[in-house]
T-cell receptor, first 110, second 118 residues
Framework: RKEVEQDPGPFNVPEGATVAFNCTYS??????FFWYRQDCRKEPKLLMS???SGNEDGRFTAQLNRASQYISLLIRDSKLSDSATYLC???????????FGTGTRLTIIP | GAGVSQTPSNKVTEKGKYVELRCDPI?????LYWYRQSLGQGPEFLIY????????DSGLPNDRFFAVRPEGSVSTLKIQRTERGDSAVYLC????????????????FGPGTRLTVT
């Protein structure tokens, strides 16, 4: 079983719609959680960190459920520029390395 | 300011050859990481440097892979006797270092080196 699991998609969503991605992780000792965005043939870039209390950044909302070992990302009012691969990422306690999911590919359709 | 840079951007080599991939981190970043990303997969951790020393090399797949960071800045990933399965994008990242560890600083990624072994 992979340490971080995501639905690879693709998700094809009309512009303006709301889309949600989910991710599960297997290591209960994981300490830090993130969503990264990766455009085609580009490097991953941090979209947002994920906190237990949930956090929001503009149209993006991230949630963490430690009991279920589940992370989510919600994108409201989706834009064409949101088309990308979204990577779920975890980091263990006292551990510097990042563990990535396979990524979920999102395409926003005009 | 300048981000993480990697050279070459593309490298095509024949099976069995030796290759070196270079990473130049953001100035002042003491932590440096190498990851490998195969097609359709997320990046996979290879090795992490804190200063000049390899603090965690648990992700290196076998002894054909080796990395150095002799002066605590630029790092080189070296692959001996390349195999077709080594074909991937090799990503380098750097970050500041959290006092006492715990990795609370963001890792900034370079554009990667696309390695193709024919």
């Amino acid at each position: 079983r992979k340490e971080v699991e995501q639905d690879p998609g693709p998700f094809n969503v009309p512009e303006g719609a709301t889309v949600a991605f989910n991710c599960t992780y297997s290591n209960s000792a994981s300490q830090s959680f993130f969503w990264y965005r990766q455009d085609c043939r580009k490097e991953p870039k941090l979209l947002m960190s994920v906190y237990s209390s949930g956090n929001e950044d503009g149209r993006f909302t991230a949630q963490l459920n430690r009991a279920s070992q589940y992370i989510s990302l919600l994108i409201r009012d989706s834009k064409l520029s949101d088309s990308a691969t979204y990577l779920c990422v975890v980091r263990g306690f006292g551990n510097e390395k990042l563990t990535f999911g396979t990524g979920t590919r999102l395409t926003i359709i005009p | 300011g300048a981000g993480v840079s990697q050279t070459p951007s593309n490298k095509v080599t024949e099976k069995g050859k030796y290759v070196e991939l270079r990473c130049d981190p953001i100035s002042g970043h003491t932590a440096l990481y190498w990851y490998r990303q195969s097609l359709g997969q997320g990046p996979e951790f290879l090795i992490y440097f804190q200063g000049t020393g390899a603090a965690d090399d648990s992700g290196l797949p076998n002894d054909r892979f080796f990395a150095v960071r002799p002066e605590g800045s630029v790092s080189t990933l070296k692959i001996q006797r390349t195999e077709r399965g080594d074909s991937a994008v090799y990503l380098c990242a750097s970050s500041l270092t959290s006092p006492g560890g715990g990795g609370s600083y963001e890792q900034y990624f370079g554009p990667g080196t696309r390695l193709t072994v024919t």
